[in-house]
């Protein structure tokens, strides 16, 4: 089983835990045979190549789709949210950055109807998440970074106790990119437990505690230091890859030791968002 974190409380139960399970689209497994654990305090970043099953295996977590074999086991009462990638969201709906985020509380197709109480709350996590005062704006009004921010805000509202997010940082540009990986780590080091899942290797994916490599089953899993190795990699991607060491950084590099690279310095401090 995978899925450790040295802040987690080593006498709680696992939030999830999916046991050998196999998802299929038809015929053809998309994942096969995946064993994973996540606990209380948990980061884990999933990655690896396009049609890899990151995912199909993130709703399979989230109780989205029932595996063909194996379990799922969440814990009960577990609450949990889930930010898409921003680039499936229909930003036209007409509707402002409070209402998308009371929506997330609305059953059925009831119109998301916001409480005094609701408001200050949601005013509560707007300001957490700095987007103070964007209430009212329209949420096509917002930039990429604000926007995912948004889906974080629901996600929060709701209580997640465990919180998925599918490709977080997909279309942003490097300074958001960070910005998000630095509330992330923010909001872990707060207690949230969290999952992603992942393609920017050096971007996001070195930074975190917990890596898991994802090619229809998982070829490695574990700290970056672990995982983040040629042989793992090249299993994962299905082509050549060579680790740089930089200021204490990983650097993943495309194809053999002829590759070249502008290696970049970890700033100062430890684990997310340094």
């Known amino acids: 089983m995978i899925g450790t974190n040295r802040s987690r409380d080593d006498h709680a139960a696992p939030l999830i835990v999916a046991d050998s399970i196999t998802v299929a689209y038809g015929t053809d497994p998309v994942i096969s045979d995946v064993n994973l654990t996540i606990e209380p305090g948990d980061l884990i970043g999933i990655v690896g190549p396009s049609g890899s099953g990151k995912s199909t295996l993130l709703k399979a977590l989230l109780g989205g789709i029932q595996p063909r074999a194996g379990t799922v086991t969440r814990r009960k009462s577990l609450t949990v949210g889930f930010v898409p990638q921003v680039e499936k969201i229909d930003w036209n709906f007409p509707v402002t950055v409070a209402e998308c985020i009371g929506m997330a509380r609305a ?37 990429g970074g604000q926007q995912q921010r948004v889906f974080l805000a629901r996600a929060l509202f709701t209580g997640a106790e465990v919180i998925f997010l599918d490709e977080p940082t997909s ?44 090619n229809k089953r998982v070829i490695g899993a574990g700290a970056p230091e672990d995982v983040l190795v040629p042989e793992v990699l090249e299993q994962t991607y299905g082509s050549p890859m060579q680790i740089l060491e930089h200021g204490g950084m990983r650097v993943v590099v495309d194809g053999g030791p002829d590759s070249s690279v502008l290696p970049f310095r970890r700033a100062s401090g430890d684990g997310v968002g340094s």
């Open 171 to 214: 279309g942003l540009d490097v300074r958001t990119r960070h910005e998000v990986l630095h509330l992330l780590g923010d909001l872990n080091s707060e207690g949230v437990t969290i999952v992603l899942s992942t393609h920017d290797l050096n971007g996001i994916a070195t930074h975190l505690p917990t890596i898991v490599c994802l």
């Open 107 to 143: 059953s059925g197709w009831r119109t998301p109807w916001i409480s005094k109480a609701e408001r200050v709350e949601i005013t509560d996590v707007l300001d957490r998440l700095g987007l103070q005062g964007l209430g009212s704006r329209h949420i096509r009004d917002l930039s």
